[in-house]
Nanobody
Framework: QVQLVESGGGLVQPGGSLRLSCLTS????????IGWFRQAPGKEREGVSC????????YYLDSVKGRFAIIRDTVKQAWYLEMASLKPEDTAVYYC???????????????WGPGTQVIVSS
């Protein structure tokens, strides 16, 4: 059974940092793109960051470039989202996902975690 579980969310002040983790089981991580998505209240889900399998190339949402970093650990079957200089507009439920063939592939049929809440507020 494939499982993805996020952790590391929480309440942080503006300008602070968080590290989100996504641990997987029952899934061969090494052959798929991995990604982080988020959904804020009243807004559509958006892709935050992605890493392709073959080249390891990365994608970042424009608003998080220079502040967020996606890191993959294939040995631990995990990946992470390092978030720094957090802003109130980063507040959302963050989801990890894997299983798309590429960052531009089909994520709707990928494997998803249940999400972890990030709140950026003073």
């Amino acid at each position: 059974q494939v499982q993805l579980v996020e952790s590391g969310g929480g309440l942080v002040q503006p300008g602070g940092s968080l590290r989100l983790s996504c641990l997987t089981s029952g899934f061969a991580l090494g052959h798929y793109a991995i990604g982080w998505f988020r959904q804020a209240p009243g807004k559509e889900r958006e892709g935050v960051s992605c890493m392709s399998f073959g080249t390891g190339s990365t994608y970042y949402l424009d608003s998080v470039k220079g502040r967020f970093a996606i890191i993959r650990d294939t040995v631990k079957q995990a990946w992470y989202l390092e978030m720094a200089s957090l802003k109130p507009e980063d507040t959302a439920v963050y989801y990890c996902a894997a299983g798309a063939s590429s960052c531009s592939g089909d994520w709707e049929n990928a494997y998803w975690g249940p999400g972890t809440q990030v709140i950026v507020s003073s």
